[in-house]
């Protein structure tokens, strides 16, 4: 206090003046994309943060526009690299002495879905980063945590991301034009209980997507989303009851395809491979392999006027708890629904025979 009271009053306001305008430069330079969004939820960076933020040329595995990162602070200019909080290259993932080896297959499952095999990443981001610029692209990234979207048209690919991809801030504000290409989510071992879903929750296509070792995989909670040949295998905490749901229609949207995925809901208290309710208004559910649940395809139309579709899906026979397949109409639904059936398969997630037709159990509540 005396060194500093001692260069006299001037020097004193002066560096309290600028303690004041620094986070407000930051928040100004971070929110002024051309997308206009990510003004609201950025932080407000302190002083000593915008001190170690990188120049904005400095190289690194984040090819795109500007964007924010937590938490640790960094800026990345528009169509320059950003330098990762984190560098090191990637160890090589130890595979478990029983852990199943697959085969590329006609269906999805790991050895067609997630990062190709042998891919290294780029470089890793430890812990949750936060996307607030539109056309961002994301590739060959080790995430270990969360990926937050909170930008239109995002693209993420060849990535391994341990927490979930979330592109939604509330209810009414949801970031969409997302693609996610070739991209596994999940953590290692445990099981991961967010509760919501990995993946969601409108205006994304998921193409080639590994979802692993959490209790709930994609999530429709709005309009304009395709699932298609991914891979979904969900699990259970142990003394837990985690209601899995391979895909969760909870509130959903128009315009909303899932089609040609291999989904394994197995598990004690599971819900469906795949569940359409909750004022979810339609639905195209096709060509997928569906086991576990209660029924392993519910659809549900209560609230509102409500379109499915639920044609040639394959459900794995006997790995539910009361049936294959299981509609609810309250008097406003138009189903399609032909083609299924009932299926075996192997350890590679491949269909060995047909069993027979998938009855479409109609539960009418007019």
Request: hydrophobic share 40%; aromatic share 6%; charged share 20%.
């Amino acid at each position: 206090m005396n060194r500093l009271s001692s260069r006299g009053p001037a020097r004193t306001v002066a560096i309290a003046v600028a303690a004041l305008l620094v986070p407000i430069a930051v928040v100004a330079m971070v929110g002024d994309g051309a997308s206009g969004v990510g003004r609201r939820a950025a932080p407000a960076a302190s002083a000593r943060e915008a001190a170690q933020a990188p120049p904005a040329s400095a190289g690194g595995y984040h090819r795109g526009p500007r964007c924010w990162v937590r938490p640790a602070a960094r800026w990345c200019s528009r169509g320059a690299a950003a330098a990762p909080t984190t560098t090191t290259a990637a160890p090589p993932a130890e595979e478990a002495a029983d852990a199943p080896s697959y085969r590329p297959g006609t269906h999805p499952n790991p050895a067609t879905t997630g990062v190709p095999a042998g891919w290294t990443p780029a470089g890793v981001h430890e812990g949750d980063l936060w996307v607030y610029d539109a056309g961002t692209v994301i590739e060959d990234l080790l995430i270990t945590g969360d990926l937050q979207i909170r930008a239109t048209g995002v693209t993420v690919r060849r990535t391994r991301v341990m927490g979930i991809i979330w592109n939604q801030w509330d209810d009414d504000e949801q970031f969409g034009g997302l693609l996610i290409e070739d991209v596994e989510v999940g953590p290692d071992s445990g099981v991961l209980n967010w509760g919501h879903g990995s993946v969601g929750t409108a205006g994304y296509t998921a193409r080639r997507v590994e979802i692993h070792n959490v209790t709930d995989g994609f999530r429709v909670s709005g309009d304009d989303i395709v699932i298609e040949d991914s891979f979904v295998k969900l699990s259970v905490r142990e003394g837990e009851c985690n209601h899995l749901d391979g895909v969760q229609g909870y509130g959903g949207g128009r315009n909303v395809t899932i089609r040609h995925n291999t989904i394994d809901a197995r598990g004690n208290c599971g819900n469906a491979a795949v569940f359409f309710g909750d004022s979810s208004p339609e639905a195209d559910v096709q060509e997928n392999i569906l086991m576990g649940g209660a029924f392993s395809l519910r659809l549900h139309q209560v609230e509102v006027p409500t379109v499915f579709v639920a044609r040639n899906n394959h459900v794995v026979n006997g790995e539910y708890d009361y049936g294959p397949l299981y509609f609810v109409d309250a008097g406003a639904l138009s189903l399609t629904c032909e083609g299924n059936d009932l299926v075996t398969i192997d350890a590679n997630y491949q269909i060995t025979g047909v069993v027979g037709e998938a009855p479409c159990s109609i539960d009418d509540r007019r």
